[in-house]
């Protein structure tokens, strides 16, 4: 596990510096178009299988839960619009960012 995972920041002030850095990723996200403004239509949860948050870039792994989420049909992709994971942790900052942008 790498040194930037969720389950490495257990102390107070570690976990409160690293949802700062997640903040700033996700905010970055957003705002250069990495990930859709478009609404969310679908949210599942479950069991991770080793594919990459989208926030943080690490895998979200089989013990963790990962947050998948899916957003209207983009006009260009169509169909093949992907759905984006998350950690829990991860996804809960990124709604956050995200909602206090939209408002901003």
Do not use: N
Not at 18 to 47: C, M, N, S, T
Not at 66 to 93: N, Q, W
């Amino acid at each position: 596990m790498k040194s930037d995972s969720p389950q490495k920041h257990q102390s107070p002030g570690g976990l409160a510096r690293y949802v700062r850095e997640l903040r700033g990723k996700a905010g970055r996200h957003i705002r250069f178009g990495l990930v859709p403004r478009r609404a969310v239509i679908e949210i599942w949860a479950h069991r991770g299988c080793g594919e990459t948050c989208l926030v943080c870039g690490e895998p979200v792994l089989a013990s963790e839960f990962e947050i998948e989420v899916c957003f209207e049909t983009d006009p260009i992709l169509g169909k093949e619009t992907p759905a984006y994971r998350f950690h829990h942790l991860c996804y809960s900052v990124w709604a956050a960012e995200r909602t206090r942008l939209r408002k901003a």
